[in-house]
């Protein structure tokens, strides 16, 4: 399965942006599909996740802020961000969990800062 991440970028405080992460060699339909995020000298963390039939599940620091959202017709998962803040900046991974198999992105950064 591969993993390519798009939309990172630099955004003021309070902006808005919208990830999109494409997915190819596998059944998407299947997979949990889920972000995560990295910030310098700090461990990976979980931001959202979607599950084959729907359901999601957000970090505590995210909830009401994003929306994890996919497309099977498209192979594609979005993370959709409002109301960023600057510790919100961070590389951005997507990740897809099929069984006991995790395939990662290469990563999007994303940087809120004025």
């Known amino acids: 399965v591969q993993l390519v991440e798009s939309g990172g970028g630099l955004v003021q405080p309070g902006g808005s942006l919208r990830l999109s992460c494409a997915a190819s060699?596998?059944?998407?339909?299947?997979?949990?599909m889920g972000w995560y995020r990295q910030a310098p000298g700090k461990q990976r963390e979980m931001v959202a996740a979607i599950a084959s039939g729907g359901s999601t599940n957000y970090a505590d620091s995210v909830k009401g802020r994003f929306g994890i959202s996919r497309d099977n017709t498209k192979n594609t998962v979005y993370l959709q961000m409002n109301s960023l803040k600057p510790e919100d900046t961070a590389v951005y991974y997507c990740?897809?969990?099929?069984?006991?198999?995790?395939?990662w992105g290469q990563g999007t950064q994303v940087t809120v800062s004025s």
């Open positions: 990740n897809a969990l099929g069984g006991s198999n995790h395939y």
């Open positions: 060699g596998g059944i998407f339909s299947i997979y949990t």
